[in-house]
């Protein structure tokens, strides 16, 4: 079992940044597909972005490549998501989700098992 808790969000301007923790506990996570989900009010969750923990191999959505970054600290077992330039538009709750293989729909929240309680990010225009 892998235990997720996320942190960092809050309210921030148009343009500034932020940096999102998911702190794992329960198990090493060599060889886990890790990832960063966001679910805006009234839409549907949507992927963020991933990384695979061994290879440390990144996907993001292209809504936010070039503007986020998602990384792992292997010492400390976290993921961060480190969020650029942010847009009105990247308001929404995130998620942090693990899965223990990689898989080829990492974009798609179904393969995941593992789940934070989401931390709330809301960008002022």
């Known amino acids: 079992q892998v235990q997720l808790v996320e942190s960092g969000g809050g309210l921030v301007q148009a343009g500034d940044s932020l940096r999102l923790s998911c702190a794992t506990s329960g198990r090493t996570l060599n060889g886990y597909l890790m990832a960063w989900f966001r679910q805006a009010p009234g839409n549907e969750r949507e992927f963020v972005a991933a990384?695979?923990?061994?290879?440390?191999?990144?996907y993001y959505a292209d809504s936010v490549k070039g503007r986020f970054t998602i990384s792992r600290d292997n010492a400390k077992n976290t993921v961060y998501l480190q969020m650029n330039s942010l847009k009105p538009e990247d308001t929404a709750v995130y998620y942090c989700?693990?899965?223990?293989?990689?898989?080829?729909?990492?974009?798609?929240?179904?393969?995941?098992?593992?789940w934070g309680q989401g931390t709330q990010v809301t960008v002022s225009s």
């Open positions: 990384i695979h923990w061994s290879t440390t191999i990144t």
């Open positions: 989700a693990g899965r223990r293989y990689y898989s080829d729909s990492y974009t798609s929240e179904g393969i995941y098992n593992y």
